[in-house]
């Protein structure tokens, strides 16, 4: 044999290591070119439907984002208005309370004033103090009524 036809012989093998090209090449995808494409307006459609949900998206969510905040102004200026009536007929029972509590004192100090002059006024009309105990018979008694 040659040195030529050795090579020839061994060309269709494949290197050591290496798999066979023929196998690889036809694991790989085949390009080509494909003529006409999407047209301007395919794409044109695909932008305005996708701009379209994109401001109908935006629009629902500005919409929900105002809602929401008009609803929270709504609930912090009715709670404030709770507060402040609240606060307002706590200032009025405040008000009745310490009134009250006046006139409870005013009351207390009558009621002591008459305590410590209902000894002079008994004095006065004769009455005496008690001196030891006191006990009444009633074996002696009778009756003033007509019925017995």
Do not use: C, W
């Not at 036809?26 to 949900?53: M, N, Q």
Request: no cysteine; proline share 3%.
């Amino acid at each position: 044999m040659s040195a030529a036809t050795a090579r020839s012989v061994r060309s269709h093998v494949a290197p050591a290591g290496r798999d066979d090209e023929s196998h690889v090449a036809s694991s790989r995808p085949k390009l080509e070119v494909v003529s006409g494409g999407k047209s301007k307006k395919d794409t044109d459609d695909f932008a305005d439907g996708l701009f379209e949900r994109i401001k109908t998206v935006s629009l629902v969510h500005v919409v929900i984002a105002i809602v929401m905040l008009i609803a929270a102004l709504l609930v912090s200026l009715a709670l404030r208005t709770m507060m402040v009536q609240n606060s307002f007929e706590q200032a009025q029972v405040q008000t009745n309370i310490s009134k009250l509590n006046q006139d409870i004192e005013d009351d207390q100090a009558q009621l002591d004033g008459l305590q410590a002059s209902l000894p002079d006024r008994a004095q006065k009309m004769g009455m005496v103090p008690q001196s030891g105990p006191l006990s009444i018979d009633l074996q002696g008694y009778q009756s003033t009524s007509k019925g017995q």
